[in-house]
């Protein structure tokens, strides 16, 4: 189940501040999911520095290697904090992460940060078909390069939480 096409109406001390339609496809409990956020602020103080916690628009683990897909409108609304993040997960984790530029579904480029391209990709313009295949060709690769001995091994200790 998705919620497609939902008009979201909000409104403060009464009066109506916004009117819209949005589609949340992974989302079954938009009330839920709304009231389910974390305040992220209240762990900043747990770090050095201007140091933060923060969100990721998505992530998918294969093979023991993990893919981190952050979407934003344009080049601008990134900041130097989430590029040195890349970098070093790429460089030290293992992990692969997507800046995806663009309205949303509609990207119009990206850039990659991975174990084998640490310094990225730079601005590539892309179609969703060929960010498509920038997504797949990571996926082959894991599949190539597999990091888990034992495919079961994991799955056993999740028996215990869940």
């Not at 989302?27 to 140091?51: A, C, Q, T, V």
């Not at 990225?120 to 969703?128: L, R, W």
């Not at 920038?134 to 082959?140: C, N, P, Q, S």
């Amino acid at each position: 189940m998705s919620l497609e096409n939902v008009v979201v109406t909000v409104e403060k001390d009464g009066k109506q501040k916004e009117k819209f339609i949005a589609n949340y496809p992974n989302i079954r409990n938009l009330r839920g999911y709304l009231n389910g956020f974390w305040d992220f602020d209240k762990f900043n103080h747990l770090f050095p520095g201007r140091s933060k916690v923060a969100d990721v628009d998505g992530s998918i683990e294969l093979n023991g290697h993990t893919l981190h897909i952050e979407f934003k409108a344009s080049k601008f609304a990134m900041n130097k904090g989430q590029v040195l993040k890349a970098i070093r997960q790429a460089k030290y984790s293992n992990i692969t992460t997507l800046f995806v530029f663009g309205e949303a579904n509609k990207p119009v480029e990206y850039i990659r940060f991975s174990p084998d391209l640490v310094e990225g990709t730079g601005y590539v313009k892309c179609t969703k078909e060929e960010l498509d295949a920038v997504i797949k060709e990571w996926v082959e690769y894991t599949k190539k390069f597999v990091l888990v001995a034992n495919r079961t091994e994991e799955w056993d200790i999740t028996k215990k939480y869940c």
